[in-house]
Structure formats: C-alpha cells, structure tokens
C-alpha cells in the first residue's frame, strides 16, 4: 500500500520562575527547568491515515512532572461519508474560551499546566457519519486514564499530595470499564450545535483521606453527562455558549459557562485584529461532586493577534469570583523567529483568596514561563 510519509514535531525548553516562596512543606523554591519532545509521524495511503504523536517531558524540579504519554496512535479509514479510527485519540468538544465543560473524553494531564488545556491520549475506538441531519460519532473507550498530579516538589497543588498508586473506582472493573459516549454535530446557517451524552467513570475525581490523613485518595465515579454546545456567528461576533448536566457524583446538578468575543480588525489602518472576550460561569454542584473553583465567575480578556510574518499573538485576561474577590491573571505570547523557531510567554498570578476558598492553596504559586521551542 503506497502513500505519504510526513514526519514534524518540535523539541523544546521551557524555564519556570515563581515569584514567592513555596507555601506547602516539600515544594522547591528554586527555577523549574524541563525539555519537551513532541514529534508527530503520519503516514496516508488512500483512505488510510496513521498517525502516532508521542510526548516526553523531563522536569528538573517534579518526578511527577517528569513524564511520557502517547498522545495519538491511532489508524483511520475514510469512505466518502463514513469514518472509522481505533488506537488512541484526542477530541475536543466545545466553544467557549475560559472553560471546556462539555469536553469529557480525555483525561487532563494536569502537571503539565493548570489551564486544563492539555490532555492525555485516550483509547478509543470512534465511528462516525456525515448525513443530510448532520455529523454522528460514536465512541466505544476501553480503559480509562487517571489524572496526574504534582509531586511532593512540585507547585500548583495543596498541603496533601494526591496518591495517584492509590485511586479508588466507583466501579468493579476499576480502570478497565468501557465507557461509551454519542454526539451529534450540525449548522443551521450562522449557527454550530452540538449535542453530546457520556456514560462511565467521570474524568473529574473527588478526594478522600487516606486512613493516616497524610494523603488524598483520587475517588472515580460512575457518571451520565449530557452536553451543549452552541456557537453564533454573525460578522465581527462569536456568541457562545456551553451546558451540562451530570448525575452520579451527589445530586444531578447543571453547569454552564456563555458569553461572546468582538473582533476588531484592522486596528488603525494596521493588519492588527483585536478581540474582546467576555464569559460567565454557573456552577450547581454540591459539596458531595469535585471541587470546582469558577463557580459564579466573570471572565474577560483581550486576543490580539498582528498577522505578521511572525504570527505574533497575545491573549491577556482574568477571571474574578464577585462573591469573594479571588482573582486569577493570565497573560500568554507567542512568536516565530525565522522559520523553525518559536518562543512563547505565560505569566499567571493569584490574589484575593482568603483561607478556606478555593484558591487559597495556589496563592504563593504565582509563576512566568518562557518556551523555546524548535519545529521540524
């Protein structure tokens, strides 16, 4: 079976400063240093694609942090409106920027950043069709990821370290339940809908003390989400908008997060676009379901994006609980240098939190990041 190679990735350093001293016994104050390898090998023969990204990182400071996963190894069939794909995926569901409610399939590899907007790779295997009534996909997930967590060096965690050997299941198969999910995906003129229902054992863990009390135990339930989510285009506008509601974790309790971004394009007779965001939260969960820290929260930002040769790009914003004035700050920068090169900035910073909400834990943990980075 002829076809095409194509090999590309990147390889990358990435230096950590925290600007105040750790705040949990155990965490490193030093600078955090680590380097990535994410190369990414695809091979298509006619209607077969293969793919396989695998990830490496080792950190300086974090064991935990130090890590390997294969994030897609997966082989694809495409007819002309039916696909099939098995082996291990990514997929992303949902609209909004600040928070991806309705987005459920993969595990967050949560010692790699506290955004959530990294993942591991799932197993999967995933049917899909293309019909006049719009996109079905079904998906059949044996094997379930557990979430990571920092180690005891690492930051961006509380005064117990999560005892990831340890995980508990709500059911009997443990890590082995198949779990099974269905959306369907369609547009009617300026409008994207999706609709989305999941059954298994739920990404989010809640946590129980260890007999000693010295360790928190990841506890996996067995849950039923259904989704929405819902885009509206129209010329300079994105309303967007995503809900739940999920059963299996304390009493069935609904989540939403909408709100719009308004580009300016062309700031100044320039190539500039600038966009304004702006998102709520709506949290029902009680006390029994995982800890969730956006609940009744405002989200703003700006995306400013130059269209240069270098693809210069800045997303600034915060998100602020009115209730109780925490605060979180979130810069990111990007740029290419020359064709192969990128270097790209983060800083986040906490305040406002006061003993007992949710961001206490994190409020010396303020950091700036900087990655360079080599594609190839």
Do not use: C
Not at 40 to 52: I, K, Q, S, V, W
Not at 282 to 299: H, I, K, M, W
Request: hydrophobic residues 35%.
């Amino acid at each position: 079976m002829a076809g095409e190679v194509d090999v590309s990735g990147f390889v990358g350093t990435e230096a950590r400063i925290f600007t105040q001293s750790p705040k949990h016994t155990g965490q490193e104050s030093n600078p955090e240093f680590s380097v990535i390898f994410n190369p990414e090998l695809r091979y298509n023969a006619g209607n077969h694609r293969f793919t396989f990204i695998p990830f490496y990182r080792h950190d300086s400071r974090d064991d935990e942090r130090s890590h390997f996963d294969i994030r897609e190894a997966y082989w694809l069939y495409i007819a002309d409106d039916w696909e099939v794909l098995t082996g291990i995926n990514k997929v992303f569901w949902g609209v909004t920027e600040s928070r991806h409610l309705v987005n459920i399939i993969n595990q967050s590899d949560v010692v790699e950043d506290l955004d959530g907007e990294d993942y591991l790779g799932q197993p999967m295997v995933n049917f899909a069709k293309q019909t006049d009534f719009g996109r079905v996909s079904l998906y059949a997930l044996p094997g379930f990821r557990e979430r990571t967590f920092p180690g005891t060096s690492g930051r961006f965690r509380g005064p117990l370290i999560v005892d990831t050997d340890n995980a508990q299941y709500e059911s009997s198969a443990d890590e082995k339940h198949i779990d099974f999910a269905a959306r369907w995906s369609h547009y009617f003129g300026d409008w994207d809908v999706g609709l989305s229902h999941f059954y298994g054992t739920g990404r989010e863990p809640r946590f129980l003390l260890n007999g000693a009390g010295t360790k928190l135990l990841p506890t996996y339930d067995l849950i039923n989400q259904t989704g929405l989510d819902v885009q509206y285009t129209n010329e300079a506008w994105l309303w967007k908008f995503e809900a739940i509601a999920r059963e299996g974790q304390g009493e069935t309790f609904a989540a939403a997060t909408g709100g719009f971004e308004y580009t300016f394009y062309q700031v100044m007779d320039s190539a500039a676009d600038i966009g304004v965001l702006t998102e709520y939260h709506y949290d029902g969960r009680d006390f029994e379901a995982p800890v969730s820290t956006v609940d009744g929260d405002v989200f703003a930002g700006l995306r400013l994006s130059l269209n240069d040769t270098q693809d210069t790009a800045l997303l600034a914003g915060f998100s602020i609980d009115p209730d109780t004035s925490e605060t979180f700050y979130n810069l990111e920068a990007e740029r290419r240098i020359g064709n192969d090169y990128t270097i790209e900035l983060r800083a986040r910073f906490f305040s406002g939190a006061d003993p007992g909400e949710d961001s206490f834990a994190l409020e010396k943990d303020d950091y700036i990041q900087l990655r360079f980075s080599r594609y190839f």
